[in-house]
């Protein structure tokens, strides 16, 4: 079972008072090794490689987040600064100039927009 509908809805949630959108992409991940429930084929998919999830799902499992404090937070080959983490579920990365990721971890996956 593909976990794509539910892209729209992550997106759908991110809109302001306006009816503003403020994600342009998302994916579901599993926090167990980091397989995907979504697939690319979303338009809107946020594309990861497997390193990238599983790398990803490793240090919310676990976590331990220093490796991105080290070296950032990679997402479809683009590294976003790490800012902060909020009790091991939420982390949040920016770009230098423009643009921003948010990951955030359920009992059983991960949420990335």
């Not at 892209?7 to 008072?17: E, F, M, S, V, Y």
């Not at 999830?53 to 676990?62: L, R």
Request: aromatic share 10%; proline share 1%.
């Amino acid at each position: 079972m593909s976990w794509d509908s539910y892209i729209d809805n992550l997106i759908g949630q991110t809109k302001d008072a306006s009816g503003n959108t403020h994600a342009d992409k998302a994916c579901i991940i599993g926090l167990d090794g980091g397989a995907k429930w979504t697939t690319d084929a979303h338009p809107h998919a946020l594309k990861l490689s497997t390193g990238e999830t599983v790398n990803i799902a490793g240090c919310f499992k676990s976590k331990d987040f220093s490796e991105f404090m080290a070296s950032g937070i990679v997402a479809e080959g683009v590294e976003y600064q790490f800012l902060r983490e909020e009790d091991g579920k939420v982390v949040f990365g920016k770009k230098k100039y423009e643009g921003a990721i948010t990951l955030q971890a359920s009992k059983t996956a991960i949420f990335n927009n």
